[in-house]
């Protein structure tokens, strides 16, 4: 996914000037590159994955930076979500109405995941686990604990980030979820613990 990384400081470029004056005296501005094509055109770049498609994920990665650095009270919008992640979501939001704006279906994701944001700034973490290393913020790993021990996976938060009662913790709510039981807090894990309602 590098492809994503080298477009995205042009596309953040793009629309950081858009939004530091924020819109016109009538609340309209100038949407740039992908942001102004419909979902349907999004849908078939997503299904054959073509060049366009990791144009999608440029532009989103530059937007959120640019929402990141104006959107007051934010510091991450998207604090442990992946680009593939959001397009997936963006993806299925797509499916619900084709003829609607790229922009104006990452705005209402965007809308829907504030409420969740990391609101200032916080230190990242490395997670090591079988010789594989991953990056969180500790912020993010607090919270995951906390809805872990909310839910009797864990007992308490332990005086560490990520410890080995956490890290079966993680493993038994995916076990109970269906998914790779790796211990990692992996996007899914996630997106299961964040995002879904408890039965």
């Given at each position: 996914?590098?492809?994503?990384?080298?477009?995205?400081?042009?596309?953040?470029?793009?629309?950081?000037?858009?939004?530091?004056?924020?819109?016109?005296?009538?609340?309209?501005?100038a949407v740039k590159g992908a942001g102004k094509r419909l979902c349907s055109n999004?849908?078939?770049?997503?299904?054959?994955?073509?060049?366009?498609?990791?144009?999608?994920?440029?532009?989103?990665?530059?937007?959120?930076?640019?929402?990141?650095?104006?959107?007051?009270?934010?510091?991450?919008?998207?604090?442990?979500?992946?680009?593939?992640?959001?397009?997936?979501?963006?993806?299925?939001?797509?499916?619900?109405?084709?003829?609607?704006?790229?922009?104006?279906?990452?705005?209402?994701?965007?809308?829907?995941?504030?409420?969740?944001?990391?609101?200032?700034?916080?230190?990242?973490?490395?997670?090591?686990?079988?010789?594989?290393?991953?990056?969180?913020?500790?912020?993010?790993?607090?919270?995951?604990?906390?809805?872990?021990?909310?839910?009797?996976?864990?007992?308490?938060?332990?005086?560490?980030d990520f410890d080995q009662a956490t890290l079966d913790a993680f493993k038994h709510?995916?076990?109970?979820?269906?998914?790779?039981?790796?211990?990692?807090?992996?996007?899914?894990?996630?997106?299961?613990?964040?995002?879904?309602?408890?039965?």
């Amino acid at each position: 996914m590098n492809r994503f990384k080298a477009i995205t400081l042009a596309m953040l470029l793009s629309v950081h000037t858009g939004l530091a004056s924020a819109a016109d005296e009538d609340g309209k501005f100038a949407v740039k590159g992908a942001g102004k094509r419909l979902c349907s055109n999004f849908l078939l770049a997503a299904e054959q994955k073509s060049t366009d498609y990791y144009l999608y994920g440029g532009w989103l990665e530059g937007y959120i930076s640019a929402y990141n650095r104006f959107q007051p009270e934010n510091y991450d919008a998207t604090p442990w979500q992946t680009t593939e992640l959001l397009l997936a979501l963006l993806q299925q939001d797509c499916e619900n109405g084709k003829d609607r704006h790229f922009l104006t279906v990452t705005n209402g994701l965007l809308k829907a995941l504030f409420p969740i944001r990391l609101p200032a700034e916080s230190a990242l973490v490395a997670i090591d686990v079988n010789d594989a290393k991953s990056y969180f913020y500790v912020e993010i790993l607090k919270r995951a604990k906390q809805r872990l021990r909310k839910m009797d996976y864990l007992k308490d938060m332990g005086s560490s980030d990520f410890d080995q009662a956490t890290l079966d913790a993680f493993k038994h709510f995916q076990r109970d979820n269906g998914l790779a039981q790796t211990g990692v807090p992996d996007q899914n894990t996630l997106m299961n613990l964040f995002l879904k309602k408890s039965a």
